[in-house]
């Protein structure tokens, strides 16, 4: 499974996105290619991806692409980021 977290700039929230999922993927006994895109190349990126984890604000503007989207409000927030990946990856 490839999951691609995606922030503005490819920087810092991409970063936090990908350690929270890392941790929660573990929790859930989960593996999983993680990898950080920025907007700009995420659509293309989201082309080979399973799913996506960003905020609402670039989910919206990310549109219409092949992979479901997971939005996450608090970046920081492991109980959000796993029980949101739970969800996905049990609908998936």
């Known amino acids: 499974m490839k999951i691609l977290a995606v922030c503005g700039m490819g920087l810092g929230s991409g970063l936090l996105l990908r350690m929270q999922a890392e941790k929660a993927l573990k929790q859930l006994g989960i593996q999983a290619d993680l990898?950080?895109?920025?907007?700009?190349t995420a659509r293309a990126a989201a082309a080979t991806a399973d799913l996506i984890i960003t905020s609402e604000e670039l989910a919206q503007q990310l549109g219409e692409v092949k992979p479901r989207i997971v939005t996450i409000t608090n970046f920081v927030s492991l109980p959000e980021m796993v029980s949101k990946l739970e969800?996905?990856?049990?609908?998936?």
């Not at 990898?35 to 700009?40: H, K």
């Open 35 to 40: 990898e950080v895109a920025d907007i700009g």
């Open 87 to 92: 969800a996905a990856l049990r609908d998936h």
